[in-house]
C-alpha cells in the first residue's frame, strides 16, 4: 500500500501543524501511520504523550501494552503494525479529577482528522479505548454494559467491526475487579478470535513470532 501509507504520511503533516482548539495543548500526537486491518481509538493524550511524541507512552500505556501482549502482540508490534489514533490528537490540559475531557467542539474539530484516516485505512476491526472513544462509536451509559461485546458499526461512513476495551488507566479500579475483570477477558478474547487480528499476528515476521 505504498501510495496510501504515503497519503498517511501527508495527513499527518498536516496534523501536526492543527492549532484549532486554544485550549489543547500540543503538537498533535499521532502512531506511526501505516495501513493496517486495525485501527486503535485512544481518547486523547496526556502531558507526557505530548512530551513524548506518541501515543499510550506512559502508565496507562504498559497497561494497554500487557492486555494486547497477551492476545499476541507486544507493544513494538502493535506500535508497529496497528494504526493507533485517538478522538482527540493534543492535551486537553488538567480538569478537577484528571485531564480534561474534551469539549463537544475541541471532539468536533479532530473528527476531521479521525474521518480521514478510516477513509485512508480502511480498518475491519475498530478497538475503542475508554469511554470518551467509545461514546463516538457506540451508546454507552455503563461499561458493564458495551465491554466484551462485539459490534458492527458504521463511523464517519466506514463499516467495521468494533469491540470496546476500559481505559487502562493507573488509578482505575474497575478492571481490577469483578465483573469488570472477566468483561476485559472476554474482550480481549473477543479482539483474539477476530480475523483482523489474526491477520496481524500471522504476518508478524519470524523474528517477531
Known sequence: ?????????????????????????????HGKGEVSPVMLIGQAPGSREIDIGHPFAWTAGKTLFQWLAHIGL????????????????????????????PD??????CSKWLAAELNLVQPRLLILVG?????????????TEVIGQQYRVNY????C????????SG???WYRTEPGKTLLENALQTIAQHSAWQ???????LEHS
Open 74 to 101: 507486544n507493544e513494538l508490534q502493535v506500535r508497529e503494525y496497528v494504526f493507533m489514533t485517538a478522538v482527540c490528537r493534543c492535551f486537553p490540559g488538567k480538569g478537577k479529577t484528571g485531564d480534561r475531557v
Open 161 to 168: 467491526d468494533a469491540v470496546p476495551l476500559p481505559h487502562p
Open 1 to 29: 500500500m505504498p501510495n496510501i501509507n504515503s497519503q498517511i504520511r501527508a495527513h499527518h503533516q498536516s496534523l501536526k501543524k492543527c492549532r484549532q482548539c486554544p485550549q489543547m495543548t500540543g503538537p498533535p500526537v
Open 171 to 173: 488509578i482505575s479500579t
Open 199 to 205: 491477520q496481524l499476528c500471522r504476518s508478524l515476521p
Open 104 to 109: 463537544r467542539m475541541e471532539m468536533k474539530n
Open 131 to 143: 469511554k470518551l472513544s467509545i461514546s463516538r462509536v457506540i451508546p454507552v451509559k455503563k461499561l
Open 156 to 159: 464517519h461512513g466506514h463499516i
